[in-house]
């Protein structure tokens, strides 16, 4: 079974700039997740989706983070414009239902703003 | 919103027992476990479900207190691949939503 994908797992920018970030996740899987983990900190979720649908987006800083779930399957995550302490690995997860059952990760995507 | 965590972080040698608390101030449907390595995404380890279940992995086992919306997850006769972040996840009753705790680093020494 392949896993959740997500792209590029670098990306360096300038303050500013704008940035997307890409998650395939798992076939199937109805509910998805993008988190935002600081280095030594806990993954901080920004938005959560079930099928099309937004579960949660509360901490999500809606003036320049944006997401949508295209047709209830990829998901895309942008950044505009970045600030430095926007610089933190970006997961995405996925899990055939909410709550109750496992949340599988990606490799994540390193972002550096400088 | 987030759960809390405790300790921050703990030292153990191989062989040695360890318990990590996690607890939330909201009613939880679920609470997840999770491992995360250096450089690496987080790996599933278990899945509590309402009902005060206690599973096991290996030598890893977790209890899920529903009154008291609490969970401690045992380290039991370490070994040098528990180190490691330990996340718990929590669902709350209200809102469905996976939260993270700040994580405990449990550090095993030979």
């Known amino acids: 079974e392949a896993g959740v994908a997500q792209s590029p797992r670098y990306k360096i920018i300038e303050k500013r700039q704008s940035v997307a970030f890409w998650c395939n996740p798992i076939?199937?899987?109805?509910?998805l997740y993008w988190y935002q983990q600081i280095l030594g900190q806990g993954p901080k979720l920004l938005i959560q989706?079930?099928?099309?649908?937004?579960?949660?987006d509360s901490q999500l800083p809606k003036d320049r983070f944006s997401a949508e779930r295209l047709k209830g399957v990829d998901s895309t995550l942008k950044i505009q414009p970045a600030k430095l302490e926007d610089s933190a690995v970006y997961l995405c997860?996925?899990?055939?239902?909410?709550?109750?059952?496992?949340?599988?990760f990606g490799q994540g995507t390193r972002l550096t703003v400088v | 919103q987030q759960p809390v965590q405790s300790p921050q972080a703990v030292i153990l040698r191989e062989g040695e027992d360890a318990v990590i608390n996690c607890s939330s101030s909201k009613a939880l449907y679920s609470v997840h476990w999770y491992r995360q390595k250096h450089g690496e995404a987080p790996v599933f380890l278990m899945i509590l479900l309402k009902g005060g279940e206690q599973k096991g992995h290996e030598k890893i086992s977790a209890s899920f207190n529903e009154k008291k919306q609490q969970s401690s997850l045992y380290l039991t006769a370490s070994q040098l691949s528990y180190s490691g972040t330990y996340f718990c996840?929590?669902?709350?009753?209200?809102?469905?939503?996976?939260?993270f705790g700040a994580g405990t680093t449990v550090t095993v020494r030979a």
């Open positions: 997860a996925s899990s055939q239902g909410t709550g109750n059952t496992e949340a599988f």
């Open positions: 989706f079930q099928n099309n649908g937004v579960v949660d």
């Open positions: 076939s199937g899987h109805a509910t």
């Open positions: 996840g929590t669902v709350r009753s209200n809102d469905y939503k996976l939260s």
